[in-house]
């Protein structure tokens, strides 16, 4: 069973920085995707970055672009999200999300989330 555990989020001022944890267990697909994704408060859940096992290619939205930079540490079984410039529209719950490499992010696994409040 997959489990995944986000930490580090917390509130910062605009401008501010933060880095995002996911420590992650029980892997079952050899070929696989994370990401994060966030949900601000009365939106839909949107797709923030994500990282593919296969070369570390990554992607991002065009709205955190420039700013935030997904990374994983696959020793540790740890993906991250550095989050650098905040702005008041990345408040929100952000989610880590582990699927196979061809599966849908709805049909993957998903942490608990983590609070981001950018005042």
């Known amino acids: 069973q997959v489990q995944l555990v986000e930490s580090g989020g917390g509130s910062v001022q605009a401008g501010g920085s933060l880095r995002l944890s996911c420590a992650a267990s029980?892997?079952?697909?050899?070929?696989?995707?994370m990401g994060w994704f966030r949900q601000a408060p009365g939106k839909e859940r949107e797709g923030v970055a994500a990282?593919?096992?296969?070369?570390?290619?990554?992607s991002y939205a065009d709205s955190v672009k420039g700013r935030f930079t997904i990374s994983r540490d696959n020793a540790k079984n740890t993906l991250y999200l550095q989050l650098n410039d905040l702005k008041s529209e990345d408040t929100g719950v952000y989610y880590c999300?582990?699927?196979?490499?061809?599966?849908?992010?709805?049909?993957?696994?998903w942490g608990q989330g983590t609070q981001v409040t950018v005042s």
């Open positions: 999300v582990y699927k196979a490499y061809s599966g849908s992010w709805t049909a993957g696994y």
């Open positions: 029980g892997y079952t697909y050899s070929s696989n995707c």
């Open positions: 990282i593919y096992t296969t070369g570390g290619d990554t």
